[in-house]
């Protein structure tokens, strides 16, 4: 089963939160570094993988891909 991009990044941000309290183990801390170096990296790819869609879908008869800005 695929954990959704959305449940990842919560589970991120969980386990930085934690991390920045300081209330871990040195041993607890590194599980969740660990993990969440895994969880940054699957981000990171599904990221990745969207933005290549986006760009299949900007992309114009001249086979040029159309660069436009997203506005935050």
């Known amino acids: ?3 959704s991009f959305e449940k990842n990044l ?3 941000e969980v386990l930085v939160q934690a991390l920045e309290d300081g ?6 801390s590194l599980k969740a570094f660990e993990k969440g170096i ?3 990296r699957l981000c990171h790819d ?3 993988k969207a933005e290549q869609k986006v ?7 001249g086979d040029q891909t159309k660069k436009e800005a997203f506005d935050d």
């Open 1 to 3: 089963m695929t954990v």
């Open 10 to 12: 919560k589970q991120l």
């Open 23 to 28: 209330d871990s183990s040195l041993n607890e």
């Open 38 to 40: 895994k969880l940054s």
């Open 46 to 48: 599904e990221l990745n």
């Open 55 to 61: 760009e299949i879908l900007l992309k114009d008869d």
